[in-house]
């Protein structure tokens, strides 16, 4: 009898939990946060607003997950901070919070969970160790709690201020300080301060401030492992603390919690709370969905579902970071737009930044103002920041390429006097023993040799990478009238020369990027070797010499050149698709679709007139490889660098980041449109598109014929209509034409090298 009373009332709990889910409107409804969260896309399945400063999401398992959320283990509870489709050490996970009932027991709270589900901006998820449920839903500063309790005298809502995500080998985080306060029966307050993490940056500081709708019976705290009923606050000593809130509870009563965040004090995150004015769940979580839509709305399209599915949650992914924490720093006093997360820049300057370009440039100007006062005020713009902090520099001072993309795509409102005053400063101040953190590691070298040597790790990524960085600083120099910078600039762009060795053959090719040491000597080839991938330690950096050597965005016409010319290079391009060693989960031949350094080789046919070829790559990679399942991303999303490079292919073109030019693929849809900033509308329309009609027979662009297979962001940036007739051949369109611009077809270049 017991038993059956047991499994009616869990019956009734479970379904009253799992009622009450939002209807999500909009282009909101094709995006599914679970995508991508398994197969190593480490995606934040939690909840948030576009760029939000809170991401209220479950810490599971060992959190050592940097989202918090895995697929394995106990939730431990909700935390208000956390990062999105990153690697490496963890970050944040602080302020976190859970409903229980019974004693608690510090050692180990957790609970296994049931019925998890999410749509845009909700999370739910039961407890049944504690027979409890949770609804979280957030705005950009503020979290919003529902919990339902079952009838019983000691329910509680828990506070731990000394739990945060913690990888237990490398890179992890320390709790050094917490401090908590319980102001009276419905409010609390309190901070949270951390070391470490991925970026190994300086502490930082999460306060917090938070209310409830229902008064507490009684109330107590926590310092160490030591409970404190009826104790109201812990002090700072270094150790952990925390607190909690009992109540009785009638059967499924819900209690409301809003927490407001800060980096500021707990006075700013209680202003920070006035975001939310409700105890409505549901208007809180409509207004969430209404300022997503304002970013999803930005692109229409008309095509199958599943496609709409994953475009979609590819910009729901795009959105998430870096964090807008304007009038959240704690550093220095500034009028400036402050953004905070960007993990990494090596990774989303590539595609990421300028998909922000394309659709909210107004952001993407603001995040450059922000890089450029951390470089007024901390004396380097970081390639890598997170907690407030400057850290990882992996490859190139990839910030140079964002001011660059930025000024030839004419972005407002940015002192471009003082973004090349901070590209410079990366390229002529080495940063003295902080290398990963800001800077360029191994500048002397690079400076007075023409290369990164070897007794610098990842030489070889440096040198093709800061030649990269040079061309931006050339450009902006260009621009600015600064002719003596642009022509130093532009002639240090190709040292990328300085390590290619025509010596060393790969499969048929001659010619690749190798490692020298301080004297000019390359490396024997018993030591490397071009299909040898590397990390931090090694001459290339999450790639390898063969794919590396492909690398020259600034200047594919003398890369060509090197290569041996168009259909050697051709030939090149068609092996390096097709030469299968490793896992094809995560490659096409020895492509890494996974990994940033070649995001731009699909598109390189577009440099040899074999546009039909980089066709027939993406959107083989479009289709196969990005799906709706929880293993949707091929790889790391990398703050969204996976994900945008699926958006700009999906549409039909992509960019080289830094220039201005985008490169024709092969679009998915049947239409786009492309709501601009400034009110203007792109329509893309690929009429006969099909997944077998995917080669471009003809062109135009805004009534014109469009006879080559890119164009520039002049072109589309007042909108217009790029159209397309597709079939299911290559054409003569895809191999005839004027050919993407490179560098060495400057004049300027040309006058260089004649003296």
Not at 49 to 77: E, Q
Not at 303 to 328: F, M, R, S
Request: aromatic fraction near 12%; proline fraction near 4%; glycine fraction near 10%.
């Amino acid at each position: 009898m017991l038993k059956t009373k047991f499994l009616i009332c869990i019956a009734a709990w479970m379904a009253v939990t799992s009622a009450g889910a939002q209807i999500v409107t909009g282009n909101a409804r094709y995006v599914d946060p679970f995508i991508g969260v398994d197969g190593g896309g480490n995606v934040f399945p939690g909840v948030c607003t576009p760029f939000g400063m809170v991401k209220l999401g479950p810490d599971c398992g060992n959190k050592d997950w940097n989202a918090g959320w895995n697929p394995d283990g106990n939730i431990h509870g909700f935390s208000h901070t956390h990062v999105s489709g990153t690697g490496g050490g963890c970050k944040y996970g602080n302020v976190l919070m859970l409903p229980l009932t019974g004693d608690i027991h510090l050692e180990d709270y957790s609970s296994p969970r049931a019925n998890e589900k999410i749509v845009l901006g909700e999370y739910k998820v039961e407890l049944p160790r504690y027979h409890t449920a949770a609804r979280l839903t957030a705005l950009s500063k503020t979290g919003f709690h529902e919990y339902t309790f079952p009838s019983g005298k000691d329910s509680k809502i828990l506070f731990d201020l000394g739990s945060c995500l913690a990888l237990q080998v490398c890179e992890t985080q320390t709790i050094v300080g917490s401090e908590v306060r319980i102001l009276s029966n419905s409010t609390i307050e309190g901070y949270t301060r951390v070391r470490g993490g991925w970026n190994e940056g300086e502490a930082y500081t999460v306060y917090f401030y938070a209310e409830t709708d229902t008064p507490a019976e009684s109330f107590g705290t926590w310092k160490g492992n030591t409970l404190m009923p009826n104790t109201n606050e812990q002090f700072d000593s270094g150790e952990k603390t925390g607190a909690y809130l009992s109540y009785s509870t009638s059967e499924n009563q819900k209690i409301n919690v809003r927490v407001g965040i800060s980096y500021i004090s707990c006075g700013k995150a209680k202003e920070n709370l006035k975001q939310i004015t409700t105890w409505d769940f549901n208007k809180v979580h409509t207004q969430a969905v209404s300022e997503w839509n304002n970013i999803l709305d930005k692109i229409e399209v008309a095509g199958n579902e599943e496609d709409k599915i994953k475009l979609y949650t590819a910009l729901y992914h795009c959105y998430l970071q870096p964090v807008d924490k304007t009038g959240e720093n704690p550093k220095w006093i500034s009028t400036e737009p402050n953004f905070d997360d960007f993990y990494a820049i090596w990774d989303t300057f590539r595609a990421t930044h300028p998909l922000f370009t394309l659709l909210t440039p107004s952001v993407q100007s603001n995040m450059i103002r922000s890089l450029i006062d951390i470089y007024r005020n901390e004396g380097y713009m970081p390639d890598a920041r997170s907690g407030n902090d400057n850290g990882r520099v992996q490859g190139g001072s990839n910030c140079d390429i964002l001011i660059a993309d930025a000024m030839v795509k004419n972005l407002q409102g940015i002192d471009y006097e003082a973004g090349l005053q901070a590209m410079l400063k990366n390229a002529e101040v080495a940063p003295g023993g902080n290398e990963r953190k800001e800077g360029r590691g191994g500048l002397a070298d690079y400076n007075s040799l023409g290369y990164v040597s070897s007794a610098y790790e990842r030489c070889l990524t440096r040198t093709f990478e800061y030649s990269n960085c040079d061309f931006a600083i050339a450009t902006v120099a260009d621009r600015l009238g600064k002719q003596d910078i642009a022509n130093k600039y532009y002639k240090n762009a190709s040292n990328w020369q300085n390590t290619w060795n025509d010596k060393i053959t790969s499969l048929g090719f001659s010619g690749f990027a190798w490692p020298r040491n301080e004297e000019g000597k390359y490396w024997d080839k018993e030591h490397f070797s071009t299909l040898k991938g590397g990390n931090w330690g090694e001459p290339t950096y999450e790639t390898f010499s063969f794919e590396l050597s492909f690398y020259v965005p600034h200047d594919m016409k003398s890369l060509i050149q090197k290569c041996g010319g168009e259909d050697i290079f051709t030939q090149r391009l068609d092996t390096f698709f097709t030469h299968k060693i490793w896992d094809q989960r995560y490659h096409i031949g020895l492509f890494q679709i996974a990994n940033e350094p070649g995001f731009l080789i699909p598109s390189l046919y577009n440099y040899v007139n074999r546009q039909d070829k980089t066709a027939e790559i993406v959107r083989y990679i479009l289709k196969n490889r990005y799906k709706t399942t929880r293993d949707g991303i091929p790889g790391n999303d990398d703050s969204g660098s996976m994900s945008a490079w699926y958006i700009f292919h999906s549409i039909g073109f992509y960019p080289n980041a830094g220039q201005d030019t985008y490169l024709i693929s092969s679009p998915v849809f049947n239409t786009v449109t492309i709501h601009l900033e400034n009110g203007k509308t792109l329509k893309v329309i690929a009429k006969k598109n099909n997944d077998k009609n995917i080669y471009i027979q003809s062109a135009t662009l805004n009534g014109k014929p469009l006879n080559k297979n890119w164009f520039r962001h002049k072109d589309i940036c007042e909108g217009g209509i790029l159209e397309f007739v597709m079939g299911p051949k290559p054409s003569k369109w895809s191999k005839e034409g004027e050919l993407p611009p490179s560098m060495s077809e400057k004049t300027i270049i040309q006058l260089i090298r004649l003296k």
